[in-house]
T-cell receptor, first 110, second 119 residues
Framework: QKEVEQDPGPLSVPEGAIVSLNCTYS??????FMWYRQYSRKGPELLMY????GNKEDGRFTAQVDKSSKYISLFIRDSQPSDSATYLC??????????FGQGTRLTINP | GAVVSQHPSRVICKSGTSVKIECRSL??????MFWYRQFPKQSLMLMAT?????????EQGVEKDKFLINHASLTLSTLTVTSAHPEDSSFYIC???????????????FGEGSWLTVV
């Protein structure tokens, strides 16, 4: 079993839809949770960063962490074609290395 | 957010030669940098952790003599692919751990990546 599980998709939704992306993990020691967006042939771009459990909102993006369930989510409201990318969840304990999910390929159709 | 610059963005080299990729933290000091390799449609594979002023820590299966990492300053780490072969062709990405920017905790920022093609 992988430490971090993420459905690779692909996920295709119409423009304007609410997108829900999720990851589950097995290591209860993880403290820092991040979501990255990666466009084709580019480096990952940090979207959201959350420490421990809770919600965090930034514009159209909302990140949720439920440590009791070992489950994190990223919601994208009013999705746009420019949101089409691969979304990677990542987490770490302290200063240890990041552990990534497989990444979900998302396409927003105009 | 913090900026990590990677250079070159693309490089083509002949088989048997060596190529160096630079990773710089532009607006913060990074005591730790990470080097990843990514194959098409796959997630990032950590190759090594680079600590300023000390030897890099390599992941299992990564040849340290082939992928030389130097982290000589708090803003620069380099990856040198020695005696490159076509199978080394890949997307190499560096990242830096931000510990000195308020509110960033242990956030990690990535460079834009470097495409290496060995012919």
């Amino acid at each position: 079993q992988k430490e971090v599980e993420q459905d690779p998709g692909p996920l295709s939704v119409p423009e304007g839809a609410i997108v829900s992306l999720n990851c589950t993990y097995s290591n209860s020691a993880f403290q820092y949770f991040m979501w990255y967006r990666q466009y084709s042939r580019k480096g990952p771009e940090l979207l959201m960063y959350t420490y421990s459990s809770g919600n965090k909102e930034d514009g159209r993006f909302t990140a949720q962490v439920d440590k009791s369930s070992k489950y994190i989510s990223l919601f994208i409201r009013d999705s746009q074609p420019s949101d089409s990318a691969t979304y990677l969840c990542a987490m770490r304990k302290g200063a240890q290395k990041l552990v990534f999910g497989q990444g979900t390929r998302l396409t927003i159709n105009p | 957010g913090a900026v990590v610059s990677q250079h070159p963005s693309r490089v083509i080299c002949k088989s048997g030669t060596s190529v160096k990729i630079e990773c710089r933290s532009l607006d913060f000091q990074a005591t730790t940098m990470f080097w990843y390799r990514q194959f098409p449609k796959q997630s990032l594979m950590l190759m090594a952790t680079s600590n300023e002023g000390s030897k890099a820590t390599y992941e299992q299966g990564v040849e340290k003599d082939k992928f030389l990492i130097n982290h000589a300053s708090l803003t620069l780490s380099t990856l040198t692919v020695t005696s490159a072969h076509p199978e080394d062709s890949s997307f190499y990405i560096c990242s830096a751990s931000v510990g000195t920017i308020k509110g960033s905790g242990n956030t990690i920022y990535f460079g834009e990546g470097s495409w290496l093609t060995v012919v």
